[in-house]
């Protein structure tokens, strides 16, 4: 793999075998059950967390998970859309005109992306509040608080950890 590709894609390439980037497709080509963009199994993992930390009802997990899988559907589509951009700009010769213009292009729809996600979270969140009573969401919004200090702590110490700059 002295060129960068191979099975797996090579350096920084996304959406080769065993990649969890691939959209929940196996090396085999054959789509996997339980795996892609928070769904499957991490969506299960915190469904579980929220119903015990929360002492959610059956009806209460049940609309959640409705809510979860209609995002996970919905995620879906700009994943691979992304993958198969990346796919061309891999097909580019680095540092040409028409890879750059490439890239430059893939950043703006990045950005629309992340715009597009974080609205979407915040949508999310309505419709997972709407379904919980007024003490659920309190605790909810106190965990919610929580990991968002714990990612934001990890970030940083990954930013330290990659600043080589000393």
Do not use: F
């Not at 894609?9 to 990649?19: A, E, L, R, T, Y």
């Not at 700009?89 to 292009?105: H, N, T, V």
């Not at 893939?106 to 999310?124: E, K, P, S, V, Y």
């Amino acid at each position: 793999m002295a060129n960068g590709t191979g099975e797996y894609g090579g350096w920084g390439k996304m959406g080769g075998k065993g990649c969890h980037h691939n959209g929940g497709v196996g090396g085999d080509g054959v789509e996997q059950e339980g795996y892609g963009h928070k769904g499957g199994k991490k969506g299960g993992m915190m469904l579980r967390h929220m119903a015990k930390a929360l002492d959610l009802t059956d009806a209460q997990k049940s609309a959640i998970k409705d809510i979860m899988k209609g995002q996970r559907n919905s995620a879906s589509g700009g994943h691979q859309a992304m993958v198969a951009q990346l796919l061309e700009l891999q097909q580019l010769e680095s540092g040409s005109d028409a890879y750059i213009a490439k890239a430059r292009a893939i950043g703006a729809i990045q950005g629309q992306a992340m715009g597009q996600r974080l609205i979407d979270r915040a949508n999310i969140e309505v419709q997972i509040t709407d379904v919980l009573t007024p003490e659920q969401v309190e605790k909810y919004q106190q965990m919610r608080n929580e990991m968002a200090y714990k990612r934001a702590e990890h970030m940083e110490k990954r930013s330290k950890k990659s600043d080589h700059s000393n």
